[in-house]
């Protein structure tokens, strides 16, 4: 079968063939994979993984052989998985049934393979700060993959949402109530605040959180030391707390996974959540994919088709 393999050079990745995945053990499902999607996450780490592996998290296609266990969805489905530790860059995939969703028909592979790992980092993120309804919401990096989803489920929860981006065009059309390019240390407080870039705006975020606030730390694209007031942290927000979300060590610890990426392909399906798929191409452009995304030349995510 073909795969995106990982290469010594740049930009670390190309379409090979491979041998055919293992047996499936039991509570695995076998994937005919159709779309995946890169996070920058993932291709960033590109140039650490070793040669000849095959990378990925996200995926959508159907399922070639359910898993003996009985458990997920039967043979013939259209589902949206996740694939940890990575693999999902393939043309047939072992995936834990558990993390597998049937998709709606209403749904794409494409719209489908944008889910996993940037909407449940947004769901999860917002569980750990409670009932947003009524609240004031951040979202930095909001015209990214995570961002985007996030400032929708705010909106969708009745926050009040702040988005800060860079490219913040067609952004209040998807729920933003404003749009801001940064964030500075100082002006009104938000109850939440999720952060994706580190750096400066994540020592603002600190400076900008309400009492009892709380603000998520899910992913840092500048690679510098955030520097803030400790002293004004804890004396004008009392109770706030900084949470550090990394996905996967979420979804080690819930059995829910299955379940999220059905309520978000729900509402893919019913148009309340609009995925970014405006960048998809043949999954032969992969190094191409790969360079774009990582020089920040593209909004959302990169899907590419299995074809």
């Given at each position: 079968?073909?795969?995106?393999?990982?290469?010594?050079?740049?930009?670390h990745?190309?379409?090979?063939?491979?041998?055919?995945?293992?047996?499936?053990?039991?509570?695995?499902?076998v994937?005919?994979?159709?779309?995946?999607?890169?996070?920058?996450?993932?291709?960033?780490?590109?140039?650490?993984?070793?040669?000849g592996?095959?990378?990925?998290?996200?995926?959508?296609?159907?399922?070639?052989?359910?898993?003996?266990?009985?458990?997920?969805?039967?043979?013939?489905?259209?589902?949206?998985?996740?694939?940890?530790p990575?693999?999902?860059?393939?043309?047939?995939?072992?995936?834990?049934?558990?993390?597998?969703?049937?998709?709606?028909?209403?749904?794409?592979?494409?719209?489908?393979?944008?889910?996993?790992?940037?909407?449940?980092?947004?769901?999860?993120?917002?569980?750990?700060?409670?009932?947003?309804l009524?609240?004031?919401?951040?979202?930095?990096?909001?015209?990214?993959?995570?961002?985007?989803?996030?400032?929708?489920?705010?909106?969708?929860?009745?926050?009040?949402?702040?988005?800060?981006?860079?490219r913040?065009?067609?952004?209040?059309?998807?729920?933003?109530?404003?749009?801001?390019?940064?964030?500075?240390?100082?002006?009104?407080?938000?109850?939440?605040?999720?952060?994706?870039?580190?750096?400066?705006?994540?020592?603002?975020?600190?400076?900008?959180?309400?009492?009892?606030?709380?603000?998520?730390?899910?992913?840092?694209?500048?690679?510098?030391?955030?520097?803030?007031?400790?002293?004004?942290?804890?004396?004008?927000?009392?109770?706030?707390?900084?949470?550090?979300?990394?996905?996967?060590?979420?979804?080690?610890?819930t059995?829910?996974t299955?379940?999220?990426?059905?309520?978000?392909?729900?509402?893919?399906a019913?148009?309340?959540l609009?995925?970014d798929?405006s960048?998809?191409e043949?999954?032969?452009?992969?190094?191409?994919?790969?360079?774009?995304?990582?020089?920040?030349?593209?909004?959302?995510?990169?899907?590419?088709?299995?074809?």
């Amino acid at each position: 079968m073909r795969a995106l393999v990982v290469t010594a050079d740049q930009p670390h990745v190309e379409l090979a063939e491979v041998a055919e995945p293992r047996a499936p053990l039991p509570s695995e499902a076998v994937v005919e994979v159709r779309a995946l999607s890169l996070n920058r996450g993932e291709s960033n780490g590109l140039a650490s993984a070793t040669p000849g592996s095959i990378h990925g998290w996200d995926l959508a296609g159907v399922v070639a052989q359910a898993a003996e266990d009985g458990s997920g969805p039967k043979e013939g489905t259209r589902v949206v998985g996740v694939k940890y530790p990575p693999g999902a860059w393939a043309e047939r995939v072992n995936v834990p049934a558990d993390t597998l969703a049937p998709l709606p028909d209403a749904v794409t592979f494409e719209q489908a393979a944008t889910l996993p790992v940037a909407g449940l980092t947004a769901l999860r993120a917002y569980e750990q700060a409670g009932l947003l309804l009524g609240k004031r919401v951040a979202v930095t990096g909001a015209s990214g993959g995570v961002g985007l989803f996030a400032l929708q489920l705010a909106r969708l929860s009745g926050a009040h949402v702040t988005a800060i981006a860079r490219r913040g065009e067609g952004l209040e059309q998807l729920g933003a109530h404003e749009v801001l390019n940064t964030l500075d240390p100082e002006g009104d407080t938000f109850d939440v605040i999720l952060d994706g870039v580190g750096a400066h705006l994540l020592g603002a975020a600190l400076q900008r959180i309400a009492p009892g606030g709380t603000v998520v730390s899910y992913a840092s694209t500048i690679q510098e030391p955030v520097s803030y007031p400790a002293g004004l942290f804890f004396r004008r927000a009392p109770r706030a707390k900084l949470y550090g979300l990394f996905i996967f060590a979420e979804l080690e610890h819930t059995r829910t996974t299955a379940a999220d990426l059905g309520r978000l392909a729900d509402l893919v399906a019913t148009g309340d959540l609009t995925v970014d798929a405006s960048h998809t191409e043949s999954w032969t452009q992969a190094p191409d994919a790969v360079t774009k995304l990582l020089d920040g030349e593209i909004r959302g995510k990169a899907v590419l088709t299995v074809d």
